[in-house]
């Protein structure tokens, strides 16, 4: 089902140094997508392998789910990472993107991430009804109006503080040049 995103920008009312914008998407429920990179231990044929390395992996910071994974390897950090079968893993920098790193762990993969649900857990990647493509934010960041920036958007923006999941339209809050805008998730990416 397509999103249709109609906004309605409200007035914008500066006090101070806090400006105000309220935007918001028809509210359409939000679509939760699980990445599947690996099928019956195989590469899907969608995705392309560009780097093959070796490193240690622990539960991911940046994907809930227990089947997720975060590697270092040659200095970098590969989150999130899902396996592909007893040592190797696949590795993705977005749900957008199919060109992957693969990882084969030095060490025994044992998950962390019990207990997940997709309803009430924090997703690794949001798409925005106003087609912005975000990512979280894993590890230090900083903060905004005494909330943390959680995801970092293509369009330069920053999603800070929570996601609201209190209905099947779920909202965040966008910070862009300046101004804070509430607007609804289309899409959300385990």
Same mark, same amino acid.
């Given at each position: 089902m397509k999103k249709?995103? !109609?906004?309605?920008?409200?007035?914008?009312?500066?006090?101070?140094?806090?400006?105000l914008v309220s935007a918001q998407g028809a509210d359409v429920e939000t679509q939760i997508n699980m990445v599947q990179p690996v099928h019956q231990s195989?590469?899907?044929? !969608?995705?392309? !392998? =560009?780097? !093959? @390395?070796? +490193?240690t992996?622990? %539960?991911?910071?940046?994907?809930?789910?227990? =089947?997720?994974?975060?590697c270092y390897a040659s200095n970098e950090v590969y989150d999130p990472c899902f396996k592909m079968d007893k040592?190797?893993?696949?590795?993705?920098?977005?749900?957008? /993107?199919?060109n992957v790193t693969k990882v084969t762990? %030095? &060490?025994a993969l044992i998950s962390e991430n019990k207990d997940f649900n997709a309803l009430t857990a924090s997703p690794w990647a949001l798409t925005l009804v106003d087609g912005s493509e975000c990512i979280v934010s894993t590890g230090a960041t900083?903060?905004? &109006?005494?909330q943390r920036v959680n995801y970092s958007c293509n369009d330069g923006s920053f999603i800070l503080g929570s996601i609201d999941q209190t209905s099947t339209t779920w909202k965040v809050n966008k910070k862009l040049n300046g101004s804070t805008v509430?607007? &609804? @998730? +289309? /899409? /959300?990416?385990y």
């Open positions: 249709i995103m !109609v906004l309605m920008f409200g007035f914008l009312f500066s006090l101070g140094s806090i400006t195989r590469l899907k044929p !969608v995705y392309i !392998v =560009d780097d !093959v @390395v070796t +490193g992996c622990s %539960a991911s910071l940046a994907d809930p789910r227990p =089947d997720a994974w975060r040592k190797d893993l696949i590795c993705m920098q977005s749900p957008w /993107v199919t762990a %030095a &060490n900083k903060m905004i &109006n005494e509430k607007i &609804n @998730v +289309g /899409v /959300v990416w």
